[in-house]
């Protein structure tokens, strides 16, 4: 069943201090006052846009929700929970601050059917996380994680932020290590952007902080995706979601795109391809040209390709003496089949980030 997915947006609500990267109002578009009345109009709104069978949850996205008070909190999630009562939706959740947990809040929020927690984590490493001005340190993270634990009620997501100041590849991958080992249900990813209005934009006018590159996130978040997928853990999001306040205008430097997550992919499935086709290229014999064909299922298409035929152009220069041929087969949704000097070879792309 297609899940669905009625988005609250309650920028700023519940935030005890100002991350240098926050601007909710740049990247969710809203800056309305949220009480009971909007919240209830918002799921009904989207309710009534649904012609289709599904899974249907209520998010209540930006802010920190938990940091809001208890009544405060009640109220929101009143009228949702009216809606889970009633089984006209199937789940309720809610993001927050690792340092705005206790059992207290945990139970309330059981009272009124939240069954997701999303922490937004951003680093495990205390020097980025201070640089960033996020109030909390990784210890409020570690303590978080066991007390959400203790419920049985809750799935828990963890949001990280490669890309932060004084973030660097080895605490990148110290934070994913740290996050497998906390084992949440699921991760999201957003390569750090830099917003206008925001202190993050104030330090990189002043040269005092440069943000990664669009390439250099890709390959970072690529091996982040690799670790992840190793051991099970999905990413439900990666990169920010494209909307019309995340244009030029606001987004002032880093690695933003709008189809960051496919780009991330693409990456992924050139690597594993490189790999298998620098095998075959260790054995050639001669200097003619040799045919090798992709066979790959249509879905497959533009991850295999690269954006704008970037994994092609690579493979060309790299491989010159290879007649890369792509064909698509619709019926090969699991594998990629690669075909040389008559012998065909299979990848699982269920398996392809292990390489």
Not at 177 to 204: C, M, Q, S, W
Not at 215 to 231: F, M
Request: aromatic residues 10%.
């Amino acid at each position: 069943m297609k899940r669905y997915i009625i988005p609250v947006f309650i920028p700023h609500y519940g935030c005890t201090n100002e991350c240098v990267f926050c601007n909710q109002h740049k990247i969710t578009g809203s800056q309305t006052t949220v009480n009971e009345y909007h919240v209830r109009k918002i799921i009904l709104d989207w309710l009534e846009r649904l012609n289709y069978a599904a899974f249907i949850e209520v998010a209540f996205y930006g802010g920190s929700f938990t940091a809001l008070s208890i009544e405060k909190q009640q109220e929101l999630l009143s009228p949702a929970y009216e809606f889970l009562k009633q089984d006209k939706i199937q789940a309720i959740r809610i993001s927050t601050r690792p340092d705005a947990i206790d059992d207290l809040i945990l139970r309330n929020l059981i009272l009124y059917g939240v069954s997701i927690i999303e922490l937004g984590v951003q680093s495990l490493d205390n020097k980025v996380l201070k640089k960033s001005c996020r109030g909390h340190t990784k210890e409020d993270v570690e303590l978080a994680v066991a007390l959400i634990r203790k419920y049985a009620n809750f799935k828990l997501g963890l949001q990280v932020m490669p890309g932060l100041p004084k973030d660097t590849l080895l605490k990148g991958l110290l934070t994913i290590r740290n996050i497998i080992e906390l084992k949440p249900d699921f991760v999201r990813i957003y390569p750090t952007v830099v917003l206008n209005h925001t202190k993050l934009a104030k330090l990189y006018c002043e040269n005092q902080y440069t943000p990664l590159s669009l390439d250099e996130s890709i390959k970072y978040c690529s091996i982040l995706k690799i670790l992840l997928d190793n051991h099970q853990i999905p990413i439900i999001r990666m990169g920010l979601q494209a909307t019309e306040n995340l244009n030029s205008a606001n987004v002032l430097a880093g690695p933003y795109h709008p189809a960051f997550g496919e780009l991330v992919q693409a990456e992924i499935f050139y690597l594993s391809i490189t790999k298998f086709l620098e095998k075959i290229n260790l054995y050639k014999k001669n200097f003619l040209k040799q045919e090798i064909i992709i066979f790959h299922s249509n879905r497959l298409t533009s991850k295999i390709r690269g954006n704008k035929n970037s994994n092609i152009k690579k493979w060309s220069r790299i491989f010159p003496y290879f007649n890369l041929k792509f064909s698509q087969e619709a019926n090969e949704k699991n594998f990629i089949k690669i075909k040389c000097d008559n012998q065909i070879y299979t990848l699982n792309i269920n398996l392809i980030s292990n390489i």
